[in-house]
């Protein structure tokens, strides 16, 4: 009997690829599934003997065997104006699809800054999906515990209320706000100002803690800070504060920590109308290391997340949980000082 695919013949199984390749069922279904850990010699012998079978896995009996939909949610708790515009974003898909791309999980996207009629939550729930990822979540986003609560989930950052049992993958942004700080003291400013992210998410708040610190231990008070949002919108508004504050005879700050690329955008836009000088004047240094870091005038000096990494983390951390097995609940990713004109 032929165990070729095609019409009228039998398709292959998984344990007819193993016979053939001289591997084991195991071995198999982790190379099917995208795992990591086969030899490059097993890897070799299981493709050889797909092709040579023409196997094709048979994604509908093994859900219904596993109780699995090989579907996986991204939800971001952001307006999608938020979301389509910041390049973090974009990066973190990016990851996420690389990994999936590995396994036989596709990626279902939800954007949505509140649920107030349960509607991601109810679908979550419902079996639709293995595991979620989340990621930019606010202290106010209450149905996120509502989700963690269905389905295992990880966190693209520190969750806003972290619990004993939380999975997540973040950035160390005490020490990015720490850097990019010193890196200004070194540099002989000494009235550092900083706009800030917003302070109800981990994020805006550990960048502000490295930033404080950094002064703390150089005997430096603080310049102005003004709150932003993440947004170039944000960081103009702010720095149009700052500047409001100084006409009123407030010291302007020498340099400013601006905690993200698409806010110092803004900073940089409010200056340059206001013919202040970008480093002579003040001095800017952002956060992300995005695109948006290297399409100003000038290059912003930065502070470089990995936020391809990051996502890759975060879908590599939610399939080990899916496949049984005891992944890091923590997983800290560095962040690195980028040196540009802008500071």
């Known amino acids: ?9 039998v398709p292959a199984t998984l344990e007819q690829v193993a016979a053939r390749a001289g591997v084991s069922r195991s071995t198999v ?18 493709k ?26 991204l939800v971001v708790p952001e307006d999608t104006t938020r979301f389509f515009g910041d390049p973090f974003f974009a990066a973190i898909v990016s990851g996420i699809n690389q990994r999936l791309s590995r396994s036989e999980h596709m990626l279902n996207l939800i954007v949505a ?24 979540h606010h202290t106010s986003d209450t149905y996120i515990d509502r989700i963690s609560a269905s389905v295992p989930v990880v966190f693209g950052g520190r969750p806003a209320r972290e619990r ?4 997540f993958v973040d950035v160390d942004n005490v020490a990015g706000g720490r850097v990019a700080t010193e890196y200004l003291l070194s540099r002989g400013h000494r009235r550092i100002g900083m706009i800030t992210g917003p302070l109800d998410m981990p994020a805006g708040i550990d960048r502000l803690t490295g930033f404080r610190d950094a002064l703390a231990e150089g005997g430096i008070e603080p310049g102005p800070v003004g ?56 001095a800017i240094i952002g956060f992300d290391d995005s695109p948006v870091a290297t399409s100003v ?18 879908a590599d951390v939610l399939l080990a949980r899916l ?18 004109q802008s500071a």
């Open 29 to 46: 279904s982790r190379v099917v599934n995208g795992g990591d850990r086969v030899s490059p010699e097993a890897l070799e012998s299981v």
């Open 113 to 136: 800054s509140d649920d107030p009629g349960d509607k991601a939550t109810t679908f979550l729930a419902g079996g639709n999906v293995d595991g979620a990822l989340v990621v930019s």
């Open 227 to 282: 709150d932003g949002d993440f947004t170039a919108r944000g960081g103009a508004a702010a720095m149009r504060e700052i500047l409001d504050r100084a006409a009123a005879g407030e010291p302007l700050p020498d340099a400013l920590f601006v905690a993200s690329d698409l806010m110092a955008r803004g900073v940089l836009e409010v200056l340059a109308r206001a013919g202040k000088r970008v480093p002579r004047d003040i």
């Open 323 to 340: 496949a049984g097995l005891d992944p890091p609940r923590v997983t800290i990713l560095p962040a690195e000082l980028v040196v540009r």
């Open 48 to 73: 050889r003997a797909i092709s040579e079978l023409n196997y094709v896995p048979n994604r509908a009996a093994r859900s219904l065997a596993s109780r699995q939909t090989q579907a996986i949610a």
């Open 164 to 167: 004993p049992d939380d999975y």
């Open 297 to 314: 005038t000038p290059a912003l000096t930065t502070i470089r997340q990995p936020s391809l990494e990051q996502g890759e983390a975060m």
């Open 1 to 9: 009997m032929s165990v070729d695919a095609g019409v009228g013949r």
